[in-house]
């Protein structure tokens, strides 16, 4: 957690709260960093909470967004935070007779008959 109330970037305990400085920019040529600005933050910061399954609508309010779609602006996603939503179906499967019965695999039907999909 931060020392200060209401800030993230302090300097001496003191909010920082001007960005484009000349301090600002010999600290970006010194880490060789080109092309960014303070507001790519929190375009970085939208999407970490969003990978690491922050919801769309409480990102929101943390951000100050009017809408969900400028949170989708900010939250770009890579789509590796949906893996484990992949699979979440698999446990779904058909009962009856194997030779009637569908492969969920492949949607292909084994037989005739009545189905019913069990968990």
Partial sequence: ??????????????????????????????????????????????????????PLHVLQELGGWESVEMVRRYAHLSSEHLAGYVDRLSALHVVGDEADSYDLATGNKKGLGEKHLSL
Wanted: proline share 2%; glycine share 4%.
């Fill in 1 to 54: 957690m931060g020392t200060h109330l209401t800030h993230v970037f302090t300097y001496h305990s003191n909010p920082v709260t001007q960005v484009n400085t000349k301090a600002w920019r010999q600290a970006l040529e010194r880490a060789e960093i080109k092309d960014f600005r303070w507001h790519d933050l929190r375009h970085t910061w939208a999407s970490w909470h969003v990978q690491a399954g922050t």
